[in-house]
């Protein structure tokens, strides 16, 4: 059975950063990128980026390009994704996705919230 | 970026019945190697995002054969064929053709 199992919920301070894992087992973690989808609360889902295990390249979305880093740790089969300079309006729940195109993907985590507040 | 535009944003449909959702793209989807990268999800009520169809039409392990995806070019279509109230939720398109991939606003299905 393929699971996305990400780390918990997390209350952070405007500036700071937050770093979420996504640990995969059942599947093997070369064979698709692995995608980062951002959903705000009660909107809809936005695409950040990936990371492709078998070469470490990324790719970020406009919106996150600078501020976001997507990484993978092939010893542990883990994607991490760190936003640094937190505002409010990255308050929003994150989740991490397997190979969203490709027939053996499909795959997603169980989101984790990430809460932005002073 | 690719502008993916569903309709409606509402679907309230009766139970049993069938229900039909589109989604429209600002460019066509057909990538180089002559497939069309255009998914559809289901997301339940406090639920992560579930992957019902990849490339247009072809339905993911352990979906129900009541959906079906069809379409080409910019316009694409997801149905039910017959409403469960298991299916409540939100829908979303998506195209992975080109990057950014980008997603669709969403359809909420629900019960009448």
């Known amino acids: 059975e393929v699971q996305l199992v990400q780390s918990g919920a997390e209350v952070k301070q405007p500036g700071a950063t937050v770093r979420i894992s996504c640990n995969i087992s059942g599947y093997t973690f070369t064979d698709s990128y692995i995608h980062w989808v951002q959903q705000a609360p009660g909107k809809g889902l936005e695409w950040m980026g990936f990371v492709d295990p078998e070469d470490s390249r990324s790719v970020y979305a406009e919106n996150f390009q600078g501020r976001v880093t997507i990484t993978a740790d092939t010893s542990t089969d883990t994607v991490y994704m760190q936003v640094n300079s937190l505002g409010s309006d990255d308050t929003a729940v994150y989740f991490c996705?397997?190979?969203?195109?490709?027939?053996?993907?499909?795959?997603w985590g169980q989101g984790t919230l990430v809460t932005v507040s002073s | 970026d690719v502008v993916m535009t569903q309709s409606p944003l509402s679907l309230p449909v009766t139970l049993g019945q069938p229900a039909s959702i589109s989604c429209r793209s600002s460019q066509s989807l057909v990538y180089s190697d002559g497939d069309s990268y255009l998914s559809w999800f289901q997301q339940r009520p406090g639920q992560s995002p579930r992957r019902l169809i990849y490339k247009v039409s072809n339905r993911d392990s352990g979906v129900p054969d009541r959906f079906s995806g069809s379409g080409s070019g910019t316009d694409f279509t997801l149905k039910i064929s017959r409403v469960e109230a298991e299916d409540v939720g939100l829908y979303y398109c998506m195209q992975g053709t080109h990057w950014p991939l980008t997603f669709g606003g969403g359809t909420k299905v629900e019960i009448k």
């Open positions: 996705a397997t190979g969203l195109t490709i027939p053996q993907g499909g795959y």
